[in-house]
């Protein structure tokens, strides 16, 4: 069947929260929030996709990485969009993400490790930048990924931002020598591609779970959850936008 002319060619994105003044929506992992010439190859698009969805127009506040799923908020017009934009600036929203990494994670850490932006010169000044680790659960799997060793252990954890430096949930994950499954820049290709064969899927196993932040016209604080529940996931809902989390979830955890 073929697509009508200014129709999406992708399902439509599932809706989190909507009032007059802000949208919040689950972003799919492989999903841009707009169009940039770096990644022209790319059709899925989260501004122009939601734009049309709604039949209004939608202005990003914050922005995911692409292979990052969960949740997204945008503002519906430009003063709600003004006083989502300085919460996220005067660090006044509260994030939640969880990730895969690899190894045993500590049950706990603070990571104060200043980073420079990507595309900054070697001798720019590196930027403060804080994320708070604590680690929900520890996997041992008896099956090797490398032939050093028995078995293959991972991590889930919970990462808490106070910052928002780009690439700094990776970037800290990495310093602290537990990179996310998935990630091709901070992580191992080896160790990437098995993961990707066991789950089915090549991603970045890293989920935007829960924002806490202002509500931009009376203030009052709201909170924006992708769904996803631990330790209670919900199984065999084939239809909930956070599905292939499931398969992590159902991995056999020991829980901290």
Same mark, same amino acid.
């Given at each position: 069947m073929e697509t009508q002319p200014g129709a999406s060619a992708h399902p439509p994105l599932s809706i989190l929260w909507q009032d007059e003044h802000l949208v919040a929506l689950y972003k799919p992992a492989g999903w841009l929030v707009h169009r940039t010439g770096l990644d022209a190859g790319e059709t899925r698009f989260v501004v122009q996709t939601l734009r049309d969805q709604i039949g209004q127009h939608v202005y990003p506040v914050h922005r995911l990485d692409k292979g990052t799923c969960g949740v997204l908020v945008m503002g519906l017009h430009p003063a709600a969009t003004r006083a989502l934009a =300085?919460?996220?600036?005067?660090?006044?929203?509260?994030? &939640?993400?969880?990730? @895969?990494?690899? =190894?045993?994670?500590?049950? #706990?850490?603070?990571?104060?490790?200043? @980073?420079?932006?990507?595309?900054?010169?070697?001798?720019?000044?590196? &930027?403060?930048?804080?994320?708070?680790?604590?680690?929900?659960?520890?996997?041992? @799997?008896?099956?090797? #990924?490398?032939?050093?060793?028995?078995?293959?252990?991972? #991590?889930?954890?919970?990462? &808490?931002?106070?910052?928002?430096?780009?690439? &700094?949930?990776r970037r800290h994950l990495k310093h602290l020598a537990h990179p996310i499954i998935g990630d091709a820049t901070h992580g191992k290709g080896p160790l990437n591609r098995w993961w990707a064969e066991r789950l089915g899927l090549q991603r970045l196993w890293l989920h935007a779970w829960r924002l806490q932040l202002p509500h931009p016209v009376d203030g009052r604080w709201i909170t924006l959850d992708s769904g996803l529940r631990w330790p209670q996931a919900t199984p065999g809902d084939g239809a909930a936008p956070w599905r292939d989390w499931q398969r992590v979830l159902a991995l056999p955890w020991q829980n901290d």
């Open positions: =300085g919460a996220f600036a005067a660090h006044a929203v509260r994030k &939640q993400y969880l990730a @895969l990494v690899r =190894g045993w994670a500590p049950e #706990s850490a603070e990571v104060n490790h200043p @980073l420079r932006p990507d595309d900054a010169p070697p001798d720019a000044t590196a &930027q403060d930048a804080h994320t708070t680790i604590t680690r929900l659960a520890r996997l041992d @799997l008896p099956e090797p #990924s490398d032939a050093r060793h028995a078995g293959t252990r991972a #991590s889930l954890v919970l990462a &808490q931002p106070t910052t928002g430096r780009r690439h &700094q949930i």
